[in-house]
């Protein structure tokens, strides 16, 4: 990329039918639904994207679609994570020639137990580093891996590719500070994750951008770039403004909060999650649609 990306870089949900079938269609609905809503980029088949409950061959499928609908509109981020090096690698090099701008991936683990070390992690970034496409490394408490800073600045100062970081760990604000001290001038993106609910404290800590869900992109794109622009006092005002849902988003409804809120606005025509994954309670859905109505979202009128 010619530019470090910054601002809003929403996680796609990926839309299935009633009956379970990956939703094509609604796709490249979502897809359009974002980008209306002033997105910076848009990242794919992450852990929001419910990657997990995906096939080899639907992942295929999604990309395709997304990077073909989305057609150079805005940056595509592919999530490439594995446990397995020669998968993370091919899943690279087939984001790299359908045209994505970016890689995402978390360092190998499998369950709770089996984890690269520091070696092993390094090894693994350095090989998808030598595909030639942007890495950012994931740093969440999903995988149970702890990246230590010196690693992770170690990875941006000597891999070419290797240059942008999200931050979803505890205290991630020190953490981010402590990385841009650390990696300096090769940390070029600095970001905040998980639905935006620590991103204050991250833009204090100096980060560029954030990777949120799909839900209110064009009220939270603002406290961004507010304050990236100098205006603290406004990206306070917003935050206030948008954190009651990003609390219930993250803390209640998790990655089905973006699905039924689309669902309820045309967008998609189920917000159907794979099993073990359940549906929200009704409890919990009435307050998000109430939360997401006070704020007048975008996706829940874009398809009526």
């Known amino acids: 990329?010619?530019?470090?990306?910054?601002?809003?870089?929403?996680?796609?949900?990926?839309?299935?039918?009633?009956d379970g079938r990956v939703d094509e269609e609604g796709m490249r609905r979502v897809l359009d639904c974002l980008i209306d809503q002033g997105v910076d980029a848009i990242c794919i088949l992450a852990n929001y994207s419910e990657q997990f409950v995906l096939s080899d061959a639907e992942r295929e499928t999604l990309m395709r679609i997304s990077l073909e609908h989305v057609a150079g509109r805005v940056p595509v981020i592919v999530t490439i994570s594995h446990f397995y090096t020669g998968i993370v690698v091919e899943r690279a090099r087939a984001a790299k020639e359908m045209g994505a701008a970016m890689v995402m991936m978390m360092p190998p683990y499998h369950g709770a137990a089996l984890k690269g070390d520091d070696a092993g992690i390094f090894e693994q970034f350095a090989a998808v580093n030598e595909v030639g496409i942007d890495v950012m490394v994931q740093d969440a408490p999903l995988s149970g891996v702890t990246l230590p800073v010196p690693l992770l600045a170690k990875m941006a100062k000597e891999l070419e590719y290797v240059s942008y970081f999200k931050i979803e760990c505890p205290f991630a604000a020190d953490k981010l500070a402590?990385?841009?001290?650390?990696?300096?001038?090769?940390?070029?993106?600095?970001?905040?994750?998980?639905?935006?609910?620590?991103?204050l404290a991250d833009l204090d800590a100096g980060a560029t951008a954030t990777m949120t869900s799909g839900l209110q992109c064009e009220h939270i794109r603002p406290?961004?770039?507010?304050?990236?622009?100098?205006?603290k006092d406004a990206a306070l005002k917003q935050w206030g403004k948008c954190l009651p849902l990003i609390n219930h988003e993250n803390r209640q409804c998790g990655l089905r909060a973006t699905k039924t809120v689309y669902m309820e606005g045309g967008v998609i025509g189920s917000d159907y999650v794979r099993h073990p994954l359940k549906p929200m309670s009704q409890r919990t859905k009435d307050r998000l649609l109430s939360l997401?109505?006070?704020?007048?979202?975008?996706?829940l009128k874009w398809g009526k």
Do not use: Q
């Not at 870089?9 to 990926?14: E, F, R, S």
């Open 223 to 231: 406290i961004v770039t507010d304050y990236l622009a100098g205006d």
């Open 1 to 18: 990329m010619t530019k470090p990306l910054t601002g809003i870089l929403p996680v796609a949900p990926t839309p299935f039918h009633a």
């Open 178 to 199: 402590a990385l841009i001290e650390a990696g300096g001038d090769s940390i070029l993106g600095p970001w905040d994750g998980e639905e935006a609910v620590t991103l």
């Open 292 to 299: 997401s109505r006070e704020l007048d979202l975008i996706a």
